[in-house]
């Protein structure tokens, strides 16, 4: 059977990683094929031949058998070490890119961490779904004063909150999910909420906290939690308390002797038993003046604080725009005449009903009108008109309808005054801001005048524009909505 | 002859307690008590049964508006007349005031004129 062994050398030489078949397997196969052989060498050599002949013949059919058995597994195996390297290749390129999808995850996780961590006067935190903390950076450290490892997976965000400020009847450990419903619910409904939360400190302070509530989610866009990022606004908030306390003192403080001056000039200047003189009635005549004018910037002060803290209200009626641009003619007609300027008036003859404040209205037309005269030399003109107009939508005004136009009411203050210099005219709505050529003219004032008319025509949902040249003179124009 | 419309006055604030005192003579009105803080205003007003009682609102002890809700709740003092002065002149101000009963606000400053013709107004036909 030296024949047989044969094979056995042809397997050695094939490739040594090829997934060889097993030894035992290999020989009862050479068995089989060797007894096929040798049949098939009887059939070949025909009976009556030699047994010398049929043993070579059968050796040489069972050598061609396995030669070509052999052939096929060698080609298996080559195929297989083809498919493994390649499998290699792959394997290795994944791990690679697995390497460095890993890295960049590690640094962008690094980064944000870092960039979180770098927050000390912010609080933020996240949540899972459930309110459970999960972020707790150093802000939220610094200002609830307990370390990240007393609270991460330990702590959830309500216990943090002014239990009456979130379901007051949630008492029980039990509500916890009701009193995180609660301080989630605007968030969850418009996908974020900022405001006021009163936040209790470690210490037992409580921080008027300014917190900006959103919605996590992971990668799958699936909610993954909460973020509630705070900034502590106790000293802000109570500063806006003192300075609402401050403009309730002055208005009492300044208006209750501004009364008694008023009052009791008001009982000199109209005693009948003990007239005036011409002189003495001059001589009081300017402090009446003057104290209306004190009274006047006290209003004024009031009038812009309550704006600053968003308490203006409106008391809305019809209200006849001729008749208020009309009244505020009149109460200028005596300062415009000793000035020595004109005041004309153009006026629909039938009204313009707009739906306001008429006492707001009056006095945004007011602060206009007087303005005008106050900024008008000798000889000028001041002139309001009012008439129906069309408010396109990037703010042009114009005299027949377009589409996308607003039907307005157009109220329009001009004068032939001093003007304001192009690059101020940005700022003329500021509180306390005044024109260089106001200064430079000593026109008297202290800026609040054209912040209130811009807040009241603002209330109303009109416009204030204004168009001016130095040295030629300025346009205010008022937009109502008709 | 009638006999005189009788005021009460109450403001913490001399001058004007003096000047409210003026403008009521004016309007032809007497003035039973002047006085300076709510406790006063309210131990006068059981004691002199006014036909109009004019209340500053900002008054120590008890404010303007606390005392002209008690003197509702009293029906010794509940037909008075009430006039409020105030230098709170905003709508808020003025809601409040006419909620805790009175019947007429008068903002500060005042003009004595005006304030003269309100007290004639919510005077007009007393004492019955």
């Known amino acids: ?482 | 002859m009638d006999a005189p419309v009788r005021v009460l006055v109450a403001d913490d604030e001399e001058d004007i307690r003096l000047l409210v005192c003026l403008a009521v003579r004016k309007a032809g009105c007497t003035v039973v008590a002047a006085v300076a803080d709510g406790a006063q205003a309210l131990r006068s007003a059981r004691a002199e049964q006014p036909d109009l009682v004019v209340l500053d609102v900002s008054m120590p002890e008890a404010t303007g508006l606390e005392v002209c809700t008690q003197l509702r709740a009293d029906p010794a003092t509940a037909g008075c007349r009430v006039l409020l002065l105030s230098a709170g002149a905003s709508p808020d101000d003025i809601a409040r005031g006419l909620a805790a009963g009175a019947d007429a606000y008068l903002p500060k400053p005042f003009t004595v004129a005006g304030l003269v013709d309100e007290v004639r107004r919510l005077t007009v036909g007393t004492p019955a």
């Open chain 1, 1 to 482: 059977m030296t024949a047989l062994a044969e094979p056995e050398t042809t397997s050695v030489r094939s490739p040594a990683a090829a997934p060889a078949v097993r030894p035992r397997g290999r020989a009862a196969l050479s068995a089989v094929a060797a007894v096929a052989a040798v049949g098939l060498a009887v059939l070949v050599a025909g009976p009556g031949t030699p047994v010398r002949v049929v043993a070579a013949v059968a050796a040489a059919l069972a050598v061609a058998e396995l030669t070509r058995r052999l052939r096929t597994q060698l080609y298996a195996a080559t195929e297989l070490e083809a498919q493994r390297r390649d499998l290699m290749t792959l394997g290795q390129s994944t791990a690679e890119e697995l390497e460095v999808a890993t890295r960049m995850m590690r640094a962008r996780a690094q980064t944000m961490t870092s960039v979180i961590d770098a927050v000390t006067e912010q609080s933020i935190i996240g949540t899972d779904p459930d309110g459970l903390i999960r972020v707790w950076n150093p802000g939220a450290e610094r200002m609830l004063g307990l370390p990240r490892a007393e609270v991460v997976r330990i702590r959830t965000i309500t216990d943090f909150h002014a239990p009456e400020e979130l379901a007051p009847d949630a008492l029980s450990p039990a509500d916890d999910a009701a009193r995180f419903a609660a301080l989630v619910q605007v968030a969850r409904e418009h996908g974020s909420d900022v405001r006021d939360w009163t936040y209790l400190t470690a210490d037992g302070g409580r921080l008027t906290v300014s917190v900006a509530i959103t919605p996590r989610t992971d990668d799958d866009g699936e909610q993954a939690g909460w973020n509630f990022v705070g900034t502590d606004m106790t000293e802000a908030r109570a500063a806006e308390r003192l300075k609402d306390q401050f403009v309730s003192l002055i208005s009492h403080e300044l208006r209750t002797p501004l009364s008694s001056i008023l009052g009791y000039l008001e009982l000199v200047m109209d005693d009948e038993e003990q007239p005036l003189t011409a002189e003495q009635r001059q001589y009081l005549a300017t402090v009446e003046r003057n104290a209306q004018r004190l009274l006047r910037l006290v209003g004024d002060l009031l009038f812009t604080a309550q704006v600053d803290a968003g308490r203006l209200t409106l008391q809305p009626e019809d209200v006849d725009l001729a008749g208020i641009v009309r009244a505020a003619e009149e109460t200028a007609r005596v300062t415009a005449a000793t000035r020595g300027v004109s005041v004309r008036v153009e006026v629909p003859a039938g009204g313009l009903v707009v739906r306001g404040d008429a006492l707001r209205l009056g006095q945004a037309c007011d602060n206009l009108v007087s303005n005008a005269v106050k900024f008008t030399p000798a000889d000028g003109q001041v002139t309001l008109r009012l008439r129906a107009g069309w408010r396109a939508a990037d703010g042009t005004v114009l005299d027949s309808d377009a589409p996308g136009a607003a039907r307005v009411a157009l109220l329009s203050v001009s004068d032939t005054g001093v003007g304001i210099p192009t690059g101020e005219q940005g700022q003329l709505f500021t509180s306390f801001f005044r024109a260089s050529t106001a200064r430079r003219n000593a026109v008297p004032g202290v800026g609040l005048g054209l912040t209130i008319t811009k807040a009241i025509t603002t209330a109303h949902g009109g416009t204030l524009d204004v168009a001016s040249a130095e040295g030629r003179g300025t346009t205010f124009t008022l937009t109502l909505p008709l």
